[in-house]
């Protein structure tokens, strides 16, 4: 007797999720989630009610060079420390066939090649909307997945982690403006050094996630030998450009914006048992017809805004 199609995908999900890298199809190219996965950028952690990040805002204030060897020390409490604080957003993705899919697929091969086809779709569904969320929030209406319009604005102001840099100024960012081929680079060293704060710094920006159009702009400034990070990218026709060190990558929903990230300041926090999580397969009541639910619990967070930069088309 041949699976139905509810049993293949039980038996498949596994393997599907853990064997497909890339979409053959008209919509999917998740090239911002990838390069933050391989750059440690994504962290698997058991949550919370929220996700806290201690911050050590500014050096002891009472410190400094004695006037004579009699100075008294100061009475008051040291304070040197708070929290940002972000809430969770969950993102969830219904796959749903009927008994008439099952009735038109007799065989067992056809019934793997449609349960396989369902599953990869709704894995790319779900990886899609993170990488679009990347870099716009979302608006749902709910507690919303943050993008890095919101975690590094334009105005190097905002509120991220509960924390207004409107009055807290060590919260803000870089943020600056280029015109053109002539200033593009100029103004990507600007962003990269700010972000860093000092030469040899280990806070150095990893990746520059951006649009396909500053990303252009950016290597028709360059000689050849500058546009990769490593021989083996030359291969791929210098999809990922060399900054400094820093890897320059563009996405489908970039747009003229270049963010600049380093792993130790901004993540995407995942839920370590609910990351990609297939439920359980259930009768649809009223339905000739079955659904699971791909769901993720997960947020977007910087713990250092300063440490981050933007800069985008004045």
Known sequence: MALSI????AYSYEAVLAEMRKGTNQWVENAALRELQKGGFIKHVSLGPTIECPLDYRPNPDAGILVTDMDSAPLTKTEIGTAASYEIAQLS????WSKGDDAKNPEENQKVNLATQILENGINTHDDIIERNIFVTSTAGGVELNGLDVLVPDSGQGTPGGISAVTETWWRNFADTYT??????????AAYNAAMKGSGSEQTPKILLGGSDPHALYESQLQQLQRFVDTNEADGGFKVLAFKTARFVFSQYGDDHVYFLNPKSYNLVVSKQYFRDKGNTQEINDANAFRFFIYSALQAITNNKSRLAVISLA
């Open 180 to 189: 053109d081929v002539t200033d593009i680079e100029a103004t990507m060293t």
């Open 93 to 96: 993705v219904p796959v749903t």
């Open 6 to 9: 509810e049993q293949i995908v």
